[in-house]
Every structure is written in structure tokens, then in C-alpha cells.
């Protein structure tokens, strides 16, 4: 085999490998998949009534493909408001499934007026405004992390 088979070889199996670790589910990562691709946001959890109200209040500049994801017991009727929120924000609703619902851009920093969801949804994964559309995320788009239900997951952390 010469050098430059041997050497293919190699990158092919280091990419497999790379691509197969960086899908594992972990508690702090999300990620997402459509017919735009895929992408990997570094996450904080809000999965309890105080984190959730607390949200990404007072945070005054938040890093590209970072967010926070904020986890309901169940799905129900959501909706979210900008009050004390410093830069503006996508807001991506997804359902029990991990399914994206909804994708509200560019909400406004301050702004109390409501920003309904959906009346299911189960999980609200908000980032930096305009990377929605940068990434192509969309309804349908499909999410993966370990609060998403294995038994009920589009994209189950198992596979």
C-alpha cells in the first residue's frame, strides 16, 4: 500500500472517529440537524422554575454557538419575554420529540412583549441572534441532548 493510500486511510478514520465522539450526547452540548446540515451549541441548563425565570438575564455578551437550553417537566404552552435581557436572542421551540416547532429571530433586548412558543413545547433553546438563519435552523430541525427522551426522540441520544 503505498504512502498516500495508508495516509487516506488514516484521515478517513480519524474523521469517523472525530464525527462519532462529537455526537455523544453530553449535558452541556446540543446538538442540531436538518436539511441544512448540522451544528453543535455549547449549552447552560435552565431546567428548574427559578433558572428558567432567570434565563439569560443580565449577560451582557454570550459567545458564538453558545445558549442556554431550558428544559419543561412536559410539554405545555411557553412564552418568553426579553425583561432585563441585554442582547438579542433567537429563541428555538421544540416539542417533546426534540423537533423544532418555532424559531423566533431577533427578539429585542428589553422588550416585555410576549414571544409565544407554541402550546407544546417542552424545550426552548435561545442563542445569539441571527445565527437561526446563519445555520439554517427551521421548524423541523431536529435536536439531541440527554433531557430529550430516548423513548421519545426524534434524534435519540442512544443511536
Known sequence: MGKWCV???????????AVAAETQCQEDVVYLRGDWGS????????DTPELRSRGLMFVENMPA?????????????VSFWMKNTLIPLDMI??????????????????????IPGGSEIQFVLEINAGMADRLGIDA??????????????AWPCAS
Do not use: K
Open 65 to 77: 454557538m453558545q445558549g442556554m437550553l431550558f428544559v419543561y417537566e412536559r410539554e405545555q404552552p
Open 140 to 153: 423541523g430541525t431536529e435536536m439531541r441532548h440527554p433531557s430529550i427522551s430516548d423513548d421519545t426522540a
Open 39 to 46: 451544528a453543535r451549541v455549547s449549552v447552560d441548563i435552565a
Open 93 to 114: 421551540f421544540a416539542d417533546a420529540s426534540g423537533v423544532v416547532q418555532r424559531v423566533h429571530e431577533n427578539a429585542i433586548p428589553g422588550d416585555l412583549t410576549g
Open 7 to 17: 495516509l487516506s486511510v488514516f484521515f478517513a478514520y480519524a474523521t469517523a472517529s
